[in-house]
């Protein structure tokens, strides 16, 4: 890779060069946090996959191990692709992953730890029994869409069950295998859910979330004091959707709640770029934490000359909103031990048309927190009824489109003239019986390298601008802007590759372009440390 690298990220996970995609098997184990991904050891392209191994003990700062499973045995000789831990009830890990075979069918194995002692886990054991599950005829299951297998639940009736992504034409599947002791598995008669015309589920995540309470739960929680969620990965537009919904254990169905929309068009973990990400309980401290890939926004000839491609995002903890129709997210508590050199402005009025520039924290490596109240709400624009569409509402009515209430939020990754800025910010509309909320991250004017995929993002966010404050998070990292609406009720992540407003010359500002005054109640920025990640 070349020294000069102002895309590198430096709290963001990445290895030290070539190509990630998806996290596998986070766990944590004899309190070390593993994350395991999807690795090409040869190039900063898709291929040779194994699994990259690294271990922290504070998700933040990292230390890499040699890849705990590479292509060694005729079940996987063709790649080893995602998967993910269960810890069995003796407290053991074990993983189950997706191989490809000499006839590329994707086919699950498992694998142990050569050394339960060992707290890095730094060596694993393939089954003799491998494949555990494999496409045949009779199962009619479509052979090159059958992979990425959960984490395990097991039932009070003391079996496991595992789903694995798949589809048949276009109706998108999940898959249910069940076994008595983790080695022998017999799919279900009927996936556990399934839907019409979203093409292949990839990296299923099946979880419990809490009702009421901000506390994660394990995987094998049943009961009245939980919902389920079912997150699938759509291979067709790369993006994570999630319903919630009621588990029934007894008949092995999930079924999404009234409401909740069962595609693409429904919730999403982020509107921005995310993708392939999974959950793990994190049961030294009682909370569930959802990493995912964010892939790049560059051409293939950029990343193959920086030598590498992708990132994870910053680990959130995930869990129910109050309403009980949402997830909420939010960085990980640790992060904020990077934090330094706090700046903060005064709750002040910030005019319709002015922008405020802020001075004293490292604006490409920064974490910004600032809320909003606004004064005359019935000034709003009123929405068309036809605008149902938050990310094609952002892009037709981006930063620079002047409105009433709004657009207002920050100006990151900018450069000094403004020719550069990365956008995120607040609209507020007159619905017909409320005020709705446009979140959007606005990356038309992110470089002046016009090689790069500059599309807007946007989500509607549920918070009540007439009773609530209007709160938004982002984490600059270089070349990511990864922000939480409304205490994280949306999230949208934007990979960015500006040409001039790199390291000292980035520049952070906030703007107000509606003709409406808005009011700044709070506003802290820090500069970020760097995190160690080798
Ligand atoms: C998702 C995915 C998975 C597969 C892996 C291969 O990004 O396509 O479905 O297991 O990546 O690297």
């Known amino acids: ?3 000069f690298q102002p895309y590198r990220t430096s709290y963001h ?69 995602s998967g993910s831990t269960t810890i069995l009830p003796s407290g053991e890990p074990i993983i189950l992953y997706t191989g490809v075979n000499p006839q590329n069918q994707q086919v699950q194995n498992l ?23 494999a496409p045949t005829i009779a199962n009619q299951i479509n052979a090159s869409s059958f992979r990425d297998p959960t984490t395990a639940w097991l ?17 998108g599947l999940a898959i249910l295998y069940r ?98 990400s999974k ?3 994190d049961s030294a401290k009682n909370r569930r934490i959802l990493w995912g890939w964010i892939n790049e926004s560059s051409s293939v000839e950029d990343d193959i000359k920086k030598g590498w491609s992708g990132v994870m995002a910053i680990p959130r903890s995930i869990w129910l909103d109050k309403s009980g129709k949402q997830l909420v997210q939010w960085p990980i508590r640790e992060l904020e031990r990077l934090r330094e050199n706090q700046v903060n402005l005064p709750n002040q009025v910030l005019k ?40 094609a509402l952002c892009s037709k009515k981006g930063a620079s489109v002047k409105g009433r209430l709004g657009p207002f939020g920050l100006l990151a990754l900018a450069s000094k003239g403004l020719q550069e800025r990365t956008a995120v910010f607040f609209r507020i509309f007159k619905g017909q019986d409320k005020y709705v909320v446009l979140m959007c991250s606005d990356q038309s004017r992110s470089s002046l390298n016009n090689g790069n995929d500059k599309t807007t993002y946007g989500a509607f966010l549920d918070v009540n601008p007439s009773s609530e404050e209007l709160s938004l998070r982002s984490l600059i990292d270089h070349s990511i802007v990864e922000s939480f609406g409304g ?20 520049h952070l500002h906030v703007f107000n372009n509606g003709t409406e005054n808005v009011q700044i109640t709070r506003f802290s920025a820090w500069s970020m440390k760097k995190a160690i990640i080798t």
């Open 1 to 3: 890779p070349p020294a």
């Open 13 to 81: 996970f990445q290895p030290p060069k070539n190509w990630i995609n998806d996290p596998n098997g986070p766990m944590i184990y004899k309190g070390v946090y593993h994350l395991l991904y999807q690795y090409n050891p040869k190039g900063a392209v898709w291929g040779n996959i194994v699994w990259a191994h690294s271990t922290s003990t504070d998700l933040v700062n990292w230390t890499p191990h040699v890849p705990a499973i590479y292509p060694s045995q005729p079940s996987d000789i063709n790649g080893c692709w």
């Open 111 to 133: 694998a142990t730890p050569k050394n339960l002692s060992d707290p890095y886990l730094t060596e694993w054991v393939k089954s003799a029994k491998n494949p555990l599950m």
């Open 155 to 171: 039932g009070p009736d003391r079996i496991w069950r595992v789903l694995i992504g798949s589809k048949r034409n276009r109706r």
């Open 179 to 276: 076994s008595k002791d983790f080695v022998h598995w017999t799919k279900s008669q009927h996936p556990l859910h399934s839907a019409t015309d979203t093409g292949m589920w990839e990296c299923p995540d099946f979880f419990p979330v809490r009702i009421n309470a901000n506390i994660g739960v394990d995987t094998s929680v049943i009961g009245p004091h939980v919902k389920h969620v079912l997150k699938l990965s759509l291979d067709d537009t790369k993006h994570d959707y999630y319903t919630i919904g009621t588990y029934n254990l007894n008949k092995d169905i999930y079924v999404p709640d009234k409401g909740q929309v069962d595609s693409d068009s429904g919730l999403r973990y982020d509107y921005g770029k995310f993708y392939a």
């Open 279 to 281: 959950t793990f309980f």
């Open 352 to 391: 319709g048309g002015l922008a405020l520039e802020v001075s004293g924290v490292t604006s490409a490596q920064a974490d910004v927190e600032i809320s909003f109240s606004t004064i005359e709400l019935q000034n709003a624009e009123k929405l068309d009824p036809s605008w149902t569409n938050p990310q």
């Open 487 to 506: 205490e994280g009720k949306a999230c949208i992540t934007a990979r960015v590759y500006p040409t001039l407003a790199i390291q000292n010359e980035a």
